[in-house]
């Protein structure tokens, strides 16, 4: 998952993983976080939900892209990567090759 998005970071992209629910399906903590990242040997920044505010995106893993503002200009669930690349680099205006 890391490698996604590192050729976008010279561009100014950032990826980020939210975890959104523990492995028993509970609200997460600060140390389910570090779990994850440690289990999976994440180096991408991970942010939790611990409100469980973004579950109103889908209880499913869910792919999000943001203009500067924050403005949500694509979401998908699961895993679609032609989407989500072409979703930054229409955020980006250009290209990335």
């Known amino acids: 998952m890391d490698n996604i998005f ?3 970071i010279p561009h100014g992209i950032e990826g980020f993983v939210i975890l959104l ?3 028993w399906g509970e609200t997460p903590t ?4 570090k779990k994850y990242v440690a ?3 994440l180096t ?4 939790y ?3 469980g505010a973004s579950t109103i995106y889908g209880g499913m893993e869910i792919s999000m892209v943001m203009d500067p503002a924050a403005k949500i200009t694509f ?3 699961g895993k679609w990567w032609a989407g989500i690349r ?3 680099e229409d955020v980006l205006g250009y290209n990335v090759d």
């Open 6 to 8: 590192e050729e976008f």
């Open 39 to 41: 289990d999976h040997d």
């Open 21 to 23: 629910s523990n492995q």
């Open 30 to 33: 600060a140390n389910d976080c």
């Open 44 to 47: 991408m920044t991970m942010l």
């Open 86 to 88: 072409n979703a930054i």
């Open 49 to 51: 939900d611990p409100s």
């Open 75 to 77: 979401k998908v669930q």
